[in-house]
C-alpha cells in the first residue's frame, strides 16, 4: 500500500500518528512495544516529532524496545552512526530506559559475533516467533533497504535474522537485519522523499521481480502490514 502526501512534514505527521497508536496498541494488548529504527538523515525530522511534547505523552516509555534495522559499523559517539542521530533527535528525549534500547554496535567485538548477540537480543524481547511491532524503513537510491545492498550475499540469507558483513563499495562493515527477520513484523512503515527516489520506487513497487537489483522487493511482511509514505517527487508515476 501506498500513500502520497505534499511535504515531508507531512509524511511525518502520519509516520509519527502510526507509531503512537502502534505503540498503544502493542502495550494495551501485550504489555510492550517493540520497534525498530531506521537510520540516515532522513527520518530526523520525525524522531524530533515523536519527541515533541504532543508525541511523546502517549506513549508508555517504559514498555518500548527499540532495535534499529541497520548500523554502519563505527563507534555509537560517530557522527555516521545510526544510534547517534536516534539518541540525538528522539531517545536522549524520552523517558525510555537505557535498558531497553539496543544500539546495534559493540567496543570490542567483531561484527560477526556481534550480529549473533543482537539476533538473541530480538530473541529475548520478541520470543521465539520474532515478531517485531513496528518496523521503520528507508529507501535508497538504488533500491536498497537496511543494509540489504544490491548484489550482495546478505539478499539471500534464509536463517539469520541479522548478518553482518564488509560492503565493499563503502569500505566498511554493516550489521542489518535480514528479510526473513523484517518480513515477520506487524507492520513496516517505508518513508520516501524526493525525486532521486523515484526510479527506484517505481521498479520495487511496478518493475519486474529483480531483488538482487533492487532489494526493497524482499520486503513482503508474512501476514503484517506493508506501508510506503512518499511525497509526490518520489511518487513520480507509480500512483
Known sequence: MIQIFNTIEEIN????????VSAQ?????????????????????LYKLLASPDYKSKIDWSKVYIFWGDERWVPLDDDRSNAKMSFDTLLSHVPIPQENIFPMYKEGVSPGA??????????????????????LLGLGDDGHTASL?????????????????????????????????????????????GEKKAPALKEVLHGDYNPTTYPMQLI?????????LVDKSAAGTTN
Do not use: C
Not at 151 to 176: F, P
Open 114 to 135: 556481534y550480529a549473533v548477540t543482537y539476533e538473541q537480543s530480538v530473541k529475548d524481547i520478541t520470543g521465539p516467533d520474532g515478531k517485531l511491532d513496528l518496523i
Open 13 to 20: 505527521t502520519k509516520a509519527a500518528t502510526l507509531f503512537v
Open 220 to 228: 513482503k511482511p508474512v501476514t503484517g502490514e506493508l506501508l510506503f
Open 149 to 193: 545492498f544490491p548484489g550482495e550475499a546478505v539478499l539471500h540469507e534464509q536463517t539469520k535474522w541479522v548478518d553482518a558483513y564488509r560492503l565493499e563499495s563503502q569500505n566498511m562493515h554493516r550489521i542489518t537485519l535480514t528479510a526473513p527477520l523484517i518480513n515477520k513484523a506487524e507492520q513496516i512503515i517505508v518513508v520516501a522523499f
Open 25 to 45: 496498541k502493542a502495550i494495551q494488548e501485550k504489555g510492550k512495544f517493540t520497534a525498530v529504527l531506521t537510520g540516515g538523515s532522513s527520518p530526523a525530522g
